[in-house]
Nanobody
């Protein structure tokens, strides 16, 4: 059974940092691209960042470039998202997802999903 379990979300003040983790089981992680998506209330799910099976990373959202860093640890089957300089615009449910081999900037193309972890940026 494939499972993706996110953790690390919470309430943080503007300018603060959080590190999200996604523990993945049941997949040969070296063959899959894994990414982070987010969805704010009333908005469509959007891609944030992704790492392909070969280790190539891409950040899809211009608004997080320079602030968010994606990384993966295949040995421990874990995906991370380091988020710095958070603002209220980053408030959303954050999801990790996996798709075979390549990153695709379309949430509908991803095969496996976690349940999400809430990130709230507020003073």
């Amino acid at each position: 059974e494939v499972q993706l379990v996110e953790s690390g979300g919470g309430l943080v003040q503007p300018g603060g940092s959080l590190r999200l983790s996604c523990t993945i089981s049941g997949l040969p992680l070296g063959l899959y691209a894994v990414g982070w998506f987010r969805q704010a209330p009333g908005k469509e799910r959007e891609g944030v960042s992704c790492i392909s099976s070969s280790g190539y990373s891409i950040t899809w959202r211009d608004s997080v470039k320079g602030r968010f860093t994606i990384s993966r640890d295949n040995a421990n089957n874990t995906l991370y998202l380091q988020m710095n300089s958070l603002s209220a615009d980053d408030t959303a449910m954050y999801y990790c997802a996996a798709v075979y081999e390549y990153c695709i900037n379309s949430w509908r193309s991803f095969t496996y999903w976690g349940q999400g972890t809430q990130v709230t940026v507020s003073s």
